[in-house]
């Protein structure tokens, strides 16, 4: 449909569910590099894992600095319990991605991932929200995700105190490092 000046217009409806869609297929996606860098036998499939860590960064900065900001702005500023418990989350899956890989990181991950990210995809949960309380700009929010740029990568960080750290921050997430 366009408008009077001839410009494209979103059909609303057809907008309803598309940045659920669009994070939710995201974590899709990143489960299945993570599978496949796990998947190598006697040992780490490094170049998934390496893909996996930069979508991951991507997309935790999409909801840390589009996602997380929309749902305050909303909200009127005031934070709500969930994006606080996805913050500690996001601290402690970041902390993560600065070791080298272990099948006990990937392991570790894996767990993490099913408490957090049915807190953002379960229905009441924060896409769903972020999605009604964005509204009828979902339009420019959909261009700001899509357009994120990827995340600067250093390399990992071998250092022993850094996986301890990373232990660390997941039990302050109330998650358990799994040996």
Known sequence: MNDRNGNVQLDERAMAGVLYRYLASDHGRLDHLLEQAAAKHGGI????????????????????????????????RDKIA?????????AAIVSLMVPPPSLSIIQTLKSVFAVHNPL???DGGLYDLFE???G????????????????AVLPHNPKPELLQLAKQAVRRAGHEFQE
Not at 82 to 90: A, E, F, V
């Open 45 to 76: 499939d490094v170049e998934s894992y390496a893909d996996f860590r930069k979508g991951l960064l991507r997309h935790i900065s999409i909801e840390e600095k589009i996602v997380f900001p929309a749902v305050a702005k909303c909200q009127g």
């Open 82 to 90: 969930l994006t606080d418990r996805l913050h500690i989350d996001h």
């Open 120 to 122: 953002e995809e379960n």
């Open 132 to 134: 009604a309380w964005v």
């Open 136 to 151: 009828a700009d979902i339009h420019i929010i959909l261009e700001e995700i899509t357009a994120a740029p990827a995340v």
